[in-house]
């Protein structure tokens, strides 16, 4: 499985911004799908994330509320809309999904997700 990731860039604080991860090889409805991002200097972390199933997605605390994960079979893609971006939202984006249905805590860890994709940059001024 190949992740494409799209859709970063320059934005000001307050403004919103999509991000787009297409897998090649499956489909997104047999793929549980997550956005992690990395700030300079700092460790990947979780951002959000959705399961195969399309069960009720998953949020990290700082995103919470601002953010949402979806999915578009027809598109065979998934999204990640940004709403009310931060300058602490700065960072490189990347999606990446497995063909497990992990448990509720593996969410949250990059080492549960065994397709990458390349990362998109959002930049946040301020």
């Known amino acids: 499985v190949q992740l494409q990731a799209s859709g970063g860039g320059l934005v000001q604080a307050g403004a919103s911004q999509r991000l787009s991860c297409a897998p090649s090889?499956?489909?997104?409805?047999?793929?549980?799908m997550g956005w992690f991002r990395q700030a300079a200097g700092k460790e990947r972390e979780f951002v959000a994330a959705?399961?195969?199933?399309?069960?009720?997605?998953f949020y990290s605390d700082p995103v919470k509320g601002r953010f949402t994960i979806s999915r578009d079979n027809a598109k065979n893609t998934v999204y990640l809309q940004m709403n009310s971006l931060k300058p602490a939202d700065t960072a490189v984006y990347y999606c990446?999904?497995?063909?497990?249905?992990?448990?509720?805590?593996?969410?949250?860890?990059?080492?549960?997700?065994?397709?990458w994709g390349q990362g998109t940059l959002v930049t946040v001024s301020s």
């Open positions: 090889g499956r489909t997104v409805s047999t793929l549980t």
């Open positions: 959705i399961r195969r199933s399309g069960a009720a997605p």
């Open positions: 990446a999904s497995t063909v497990l249905n992990p448990i509720m805590s593996a969410l949250f860890t990059p080492e549960t997700y065994q397709y």
